[in-house]
Structures are given as C-alpha cells and as structure tokens.
Antibody, heavy 117, light 110 residues
Framework: EVQLVETGGGLIQPGGSLRLSCAASGFTVSSNYMSWVRQAPGKGLEWVSVIYSGGTTYYADSVKGRFTISRDNSKNTLYLQMNSLRVEDTAVYYC???????????WGQGTLVTVSS | QSVLTQPPSASGTPGQRVTISCSGSSSNIGSNYVYWYRQFPGTAPKLLIYRNNQRPSGVSDRFSGSKSGTSASLAISGLRSEDEADYYCAAWDDSLSGRVFGGGTKLTVL
C-alpha cells in the first residue's frame, strides 16, 4: 500500500528555517515525480515544488530562492528545506506523488507550518 | 489570484447533473493535460480526473472531465449529498514552468 507521511511542521518565527520530511512506503520516491503542495488556512491549493525522477526541480515563483526540494533515495524520503520564512508561508504542506501525466495520485496527511512572531 | 479560474461556488439538488468550469490560457490548459481533485474539509485532496478525462481506478463514473481549447470542465451526474466538497482543477503551465491550480469551487448539495 502506498503511504506518504509528512513531518517537521511547527511554529517558527519570520526569517527562520524549517525542514519538512515526507517518508514514503509502498513505492520508490526516486521513480516518481514528487511534489509539495500547500494550503493556507481557509484558502485553496498552491503548488510549491516538484522533483522529477531524473532529479530536475521546479519551484513556484513565491518560494524560488528560499525553498529547496530534495530526496534521499536510501531513506525513500522527500524533503523541503524552507529558509527565510514569511508569514504568508503559513499553510498545511502536503507531499504528493505522481507518475508522468497521471496526476497526484497519492497524498500525505499534511503538516502544518505556522510562521508567526 | 489563481492562474486557472473556477467559480467559487456551485450547487445542485440530489440527482441533478452539475458542471464546474476551469478557464486558463494557451500556456496551461491550452497545451497541457487538466487534472481534477476533490477535497473534504480537513483532509488531503484526492485525484478524480487525470489527462483531461481519465478516471483513476475506484473513482465513480458519475464524474467526467472534458477539455476544449483553453477551458475544461468537470461534470458530476446523479448528485449525492456526499459530493459536497471543494473541487480543484490543475495543469502544468509552460510559461511559469510549474503546476497551477484553480482557486477551487465549493459544491453544495441543496
């Protein structure tokens, strides 16, 4: 069974850093496209970043230069390093997996990041 | 302001057919596949439609997707109370080099 479990969320002050993890089971992270999608309280979904199976990465303009997506194949885990955090980064962060053009077919339960002083 | 435009709300009565629209541009819907997701409050989204009109295994055939030009739509037939949820469209955007979502449509079953 495919499962994604995010950890690492919490309360952080503006300007701080946080690293989110997404542990995968039932499939190999390096074989799929893996994304982070966030949802601010009461708002819609916002795509954050993707890492392709070949290692290519893309970022939303809102996080470019501040966030870094990566994976550890030996741990079958996806990461999101978030630096220079802003109040507007407050959201539930989901990791999601997809095969090319098949959509986000598996999602984690989400982890809440709150940026506040 | 979302790159893909959806109506903020939609409604219907049980048994009715409801459609939710998603409008984009040549750089996203016009040249890439459209996906639809459903989200219940407090839970993760779930994939309903991929590649414009394909249903994943386990998704009811009451859900169907279509695309024409730079617009797409999700149709739900035989509306049920359990269809009350938020619905999002998504596509890749070539200009932004990223995935874009619609703002979401809250479906109410009257």
């Amino acid at each position: 069974e495919v499962q994604l479990v995010e950890t690492g969320g919490g309360l952080i002050q503006p300007g701080g850093s946080l690293r989110l993890s997404c542990a995968a089971s039932g499939f190999t992270v390096s074989s799929n496209y893996m994304s982070w999608v966030r949802q601010a309280p009461g708002k819609g979904l916002e795509w954050v970043s993707v890492i392709y199976s070949g290692g290519t990465t893309y970022y939303a303009d809102s996080v470019k230069g501040r966030f870094t997506i990566s994976r550890d194949n030996s741990k079958n885990t996806l990461y999101l390093q978030m630096n220079s955090l802003r109040v507007e980064d407050t959201a539930v962060y989901y990791c999601a997996s997809e095969q090319p053009t098949s959509g986000f077919d598996s999602w984690g339960q989400g982890t809440l990041v709150t940026v506040s002083s | 302001q979302s790159v893909l435009t959806q109506p903020p709300s939609a409604s219907g009565t049980p048994g009715q057919r409801v459609t939710i629209s998603c409008s984009g541009s040549s750089s996203n819907i016009g040249s890439n596949y459209v996906y639809w997701y459903r989200q219940f409050p407090g839970t993760a989204p779930k994939l309903l439609i991929y590649r414009n009109n394909q249903r994943p295994s386990g998704v009811s055939d009451r859900f169907s997707g279509s695309k024409s030009g730079t617009s797409a739509s999700l149709a739900i037939s035989g509306l049920r109370s359990e269809d009350e949820a938020d619905y999002y469209c998504a596509a890749w955007d070539d200009s932004l080099s990223g995935r874009v979502f619609g703002g979401g449509t809250k479906l109410t079953v009257l």
